[in-house]
């Protein structure tokens, strides 16, 4: 609005004004421009100071008291700077001195212009503040609740993660199967995920849910989170994935609702998991699987799980081969024939303390030979670490123990022998001496003397190597259908000369009729041999009575034919009776090797007999031995 | 009159030699094969030494050493080994230690300055 008294101004400004772009509102004094004014609302004024009826001052005072915002530039003559100053005060943006320079009106508009813009914006500014706020903050309870969802993603991953670690007993698959997590909001807009579907499907967060998957589950309408939104309902499909780098892989998508407090489905969570990845993880558990399943079967030992009964819940296959194996038996059945439980049993022990132990058992397999083993165990917890079965193993050391053995009797054989050696060279030596100096005494009772001394030695030295050559010889095992009582003639024969001769009957008792049996004659002959000497010897220690017998006799017993040698000689107490057939063990000081009735045992074992030994001291001893009339196994 | 002495071994081949060696040197002997008849003897016989043997069925030789040493009258006898197993430890105070088989001259060295 122009507001000035002189109608030349009003023109030439009005149309300066118009060509600057503005729209100009004209008035002659103050009255008229404030009623203008008070009607048209115009953003700037321009108005002269001195006018009648109104001036320019009062005008000023009265459209800022009005409209603050309106700016006011004023037009002074030469001289009226106290006006001009007077003016500013009222808060006028300006003022401009007739005659009016266009550039100086300009630049104080310009400075009216940008007055109202910044004032404008201001109370822009001012009057959003509130809508400002409210925006800004919805905004940011949206990136927490973005981040609260992610790390919950994240949580839930690795917690499934450590419930699969947890599960497999610490093998860590589930960490390597690509398990793809991803929460959806009802827009079906993915809005978080977790690292490995970051990595392998890029960050798609903002994304459509249905983007990463081809097929159904690749609209918009029959994604499995649009399904659970509809339904409610956790989902469960198959679907092929997309990776980032455009390869594609089948997967299994699951999906869960998650409610708000009003029930509402809120979120999905969509888990997807690469079934290539799950199908080659399968593979490889079903290998290792398998390849425990080998070792378990393959292992060179007896292995079985057993419950706190000792029932037998699992065994190996070297186990089923050699033993009557069912499942659900008793243990100390199959291993032992027994009734009840072993005692010392090392499982029993493993359930008590929970660790392993050892034990050493003889146990009959199949085959009926015996054999040693050492026994292992170790106890097997389930989740809550209680011990509800213990594993078994039991190593077969037969062989490592006859080995054992046959190293431990070769040391004592030697020590032994070479004591044997003295003592029979020493004799030697007395027989020589004796011949020797009865030569040279002339004395022939002497001479006898040393020879006889020197013929016995002889015989044992025999005796000795023989034995020893026995026992140092593998000697093959060749059973052949014998006659038994030729057979008894035969061996009474062979040791009746030798029995008669030291003042002792021997007496035969054969029943006839017992037909043939199957074994190494040679060998049981020595070992019948070795026992009719024996009674022999005892006959001759005992001084008690005066005469001695050995009886000799052969029954049948069914199946099985029976050897007794009986003799009335010294008799065995207990000990010397239980160590019999102990290697090296003699009774007879430097005349016995100790190696007789340790073969003569095993000559009858290899037959699959047994000898049996009654006795008492001073009253003569009982030799049964049996060997069945066929071989078995 | 002879010194006399007692032989202990179980192998009678043994004894009959050792007596031999013995008396052809001018000495008595008397023999027994087991360490209970020794002991019986040598109460009996008070004899001037004793020819041990280690290794004997039932007792063996220490064992009669032992029983020996427990009677005053007898304990101070003097024994020498004669065995083929190493019994240096067993016999305490043996006058010696021979292993069989055995030097004769030996013997009946150790035996001439045991008892002359």
């Known amino acids: 609005m122009l507001v000035d008294d002189e109608e030349g101004i009003r023109k030439v400004l009005g149309i300066s004004l118009t060509d600057l772009g503005y729209q100009v509102l004209t008035a002659e004094n103050g009255e008229e421009a404030l009623e203008i004014f008070r009607r048209e609302n115009p953003p700037i004024v321009l108005t002269d100071i001195k006018m009648p009826v109104m001036d320019g001052i009062e005008l000023l005072r009265k459209i800022k008291d009005e409209s603050s915002d309106t700016e006011v530039i004023m037009i002074t003559g030469h001289g009226d700077m106290d006006l001009a100053i007077k003016s500013l005060k009222y808060r006028a943006i300006d003022f401009v001195t007739k005659p009016i320079n266009d550039d100086i009106l300009e630049i104080a508009l310009g400075r009216a212009h940008e007055k109202i813009h910044m004032r404008q914006k201001l109370r822009g500014y001012t009057e959003n503040l509130e809508s400002l706020v409210q925006e800004k903050s919805a905004q940011l309870v949206e990136i927490e609740r973005q981040v609260a969802v992610g790390q919950a993603v994240e949580g839930l991953a690795s917690m499934l993660r450590n419930l699969a670690g947890d599960l497999e007993g610490g093998l860590t698959y589930f960490n390597e199967m690509p398990c793809f997590v991803s929460i959806h909001n009802p827009k079906l807009k993915v809005i978080a995920v977790n690292q490995l579907y970051r990595d392998r499907l890029g960050d798609k967060v903002g994304r459509n849910s249905w983007e990463v998957y081809g097929d159904k589950a690749g609209t918009r309408s029959q994604c499995p989170v649009a399904e659970t939104f509809k339904t409610g309902k956790g989902q469960r499909t198959r679907a092929s994935i997309k990776y980032a780098d455009d390869q594609e892989a089948p997967v299994i998508i699951h999906t869960a609702p998650i409610r708000n407090q009003s029930k509402e489905v809120e979120l999905v969570v969509e888990i997807s998991a690469d079934i290539t990845e799950v199908n080659r993880l399968q593979e490889e558990l079903r290998q290792t699987q398998q390849r425990y399943q080998q070792l378990f079967d393959e292992v060179p030992c007896y292995v079985s799980l057993q419950d706190r009964q000792y029932r037998l819940l699992a065994t190996n296959r070297r186990f089923n081969d050699d033993f009557d194996v069912e499942l659900g038996a008793y243990c100390y059945e199959v291993y032992k024939h027994r009734d009840e439980p072993c005692p010392n049993c090392p499982v029993a022990k493993t359930f008590e303390d929970g660790r392993s132990h050892q034990s050493e058992m003889v146990v009959t397999p199949k085959s009926g030979e015996q054999c040693n083993v050492l026994i292992w165990t170790a106890p097997i917890r389930d989740a809550d670490g209680e011990i509800t079965r213990v594993m078994e193993m039991s190593t077969d050391i037969t062989q490592i123990r006859e080995l054992q053995d046959h190293l431990s009797s070769l040391g004592l054989k030697i020590s032994s022998i070479s004591h044997g050696i003295k003592s029979l060279l020493t004799g030697i030596d007395g027989g020589v001496y004796l011949v020797e100096s009865g030569l040279t005494k002339d004395d022939p009772d002497r001479v006898k003397e040393g020879w006889d001394a020197v013929k016995t030695i002889v015989q044992r030295i025999r005796k000795l190597v023989l034995n020893i050559l026995f026992f140092a010889k593998e000697r093959e095992f060749k059973p052949e259908a014998t006659d038994v009582l030729n057979f008894a003639y035969d061996v009474a024969a062979s040791v009746e000369s030798k029995i008669n001769a030291a003042g002792v009957g021997l007496d035969r008792d054969f029943d006839t009729g017992q037909g043939e049996v199957q074994m190494d004659s040679g060998v049981v002959r020595l070992a019948l041999i070795n026992i009719l000497e024996n009674a022999l010897d005892a006959c001759l220690e005992d001084t008690a009575k005066k005469s001695h017998r050995i009886v000799f006799s052969v029954k049948r017993d069914k199946n099985k034919i029976v050897f007794e040698v009986k003799d009335n000689g010294i008799g065995m107490d207990r000990e010397t009776r239980e160590s019999l057939f102990t290697l090296f063990f003699s009774s007879k000081g430097n005349k016995g090797t100790g190696l007789g009735l340790f073969i003569a045992n095993k000559i009858v074992a290899q037959h699959g007999g047994k000898i049996k030994v009654d006795s008492k001291p001073k009253r003569g001893s009982s030799f049964m031995i049996t060997i069945p009339m066929k071989l078995t196994g | ?116």
């Not at chain 2, 004899?47 to 220490?62: F, K, R, T």
Request: hydrophobic share 40%.
């Open chain 2, 1 to 116: 009159m002879p010194k006399k002495i007692l032989i202990i071994d179980d192998d009678p081949v043994i004894v009959k030699y050792l007596m031999a060696i013995f008396s052809d040197n001018g000495y008595a002997t008397c023999s027994a094969g087991s360490s209970m008849e020794g002991l019986d003897l040598v109460k009996k016989e008070k004899p001037d030494l004793i020819c041990l043997d280690i290794q004997m069925p039932g007792e063996w030789g220490p064992r009669f050493y032992r029983k020996l040493r427990k009677d005053k009258e007898v304990k101070d006898i003097p024994i020498i080994v004669v065995s083929g197993i190493d019994g240096d430890h067993a016999v305490k105070n043996a006058v010696a230690f021979v292993k069989k088989p055995f030097d004769p001259e030996k013997l009946i060295g150790i035996v001439k300055n045991t008892i002359g």
